[in-house]
């Protein structure tokens, strides 16, 4: 059983669009805002670097109560002490990364669509996962890697297939977190629209907003 | 005290060279020809594809007494049950992996110069080291992101700094082997020596007897 954690607003960092205002700063503004989930997501970074930043982030995050996530490498999320790890398709299988993180870290996964979440193209066990993350909702210059965009859609088509908690991804600004959580989904995850965004914070409050009110 | 491990010819794969033979294919004809030491390296590789790889060659090397070091990644190292691993001065510190692998896993560390050696270039605290991989010895064009090459005498350099095994990387061919070797290096490191060779068994034969013949 992992420890509990809140995906209304899920933050995941882009080491490109934070670069201006730095790392700590934006997600120090955004989790004032009301983000409630942080995941460091920086595939080009080596381990070491990207331990600095986890553990600067976790004494940053820890005392708020917010958990940190790691992006695909669970051996930099335990050494870092994060909370957990988000996983891709093409990432160290859930069951794998579970054996190494232990029962309480949570555990996330990326699923493009219903085919991917039932494991039919990939034949991934999902048992040892907290969460999906489903997307891209919309299409998007973030992820170089991302599938084709699903919609609201495609996160209700995913809903009705799970009990597990959701959290869709791609794309997403106020107006469309309220369409993605009528969809069925527990929250929003977003790069851009608070990485990018003049004011963070602001941004921040604003999707909550905006998922609060689809609620 | 980490597992006992044998220096002397030490093979670190590359996809791109091993990729019409096969990985396997390639790692079991070089270790028929008196490889001592196997390290899977692919930088490019997700998660997933690492462990598949990681796996398959511990379930060849395991019955042959040949550990298996996997390039950069503890998690992928504990999951696939590897011996060790191996960490350029980019990656995860030696003593964050050594946390994470335990005491009995191998832990290597490329240095590229004494000065790198002593850490004052990087802070890079040795003591968790159970080898050091020294070079470029020669310039190459396998490693993209690797330094000046050293020469015998770079080698020879380090070997006055530290009583660690240390093995000799970059460019190694039959007749720097033996250079290397008696620049005090406890073996080779080598990866289109073999790797791109007509026949990596007959390859590995060759610079196991030059190496031999230099000690």
Redo the contacts between chains.
Sequence with gaps: MSRPFDLTLYLVTDPRLVAERGLLATVEAAVKGGVTLVQLRDPDA??????EQARALKALLAPLGIPLIVN?????A??ADADGVH???????PA??R??LGPERILGLSVGNPAEFAGSSSGIDIGAVDYLGVGPVKATGTKKDAGAAIGAAGVAAVRALTRRPIVGIGGIDGALAGEVIRAGADGVAVVSAICAAPDPEHAARALLSAVTAAR
Tied chains: 1, 2.
């Design positions: 080596h381990g070491r670097a990207l331990v695909d490498r669970v051996d930099v335990v050494a996983l891709g398709q093409d990432d160290m299988s794998d990364a054996a190494l």
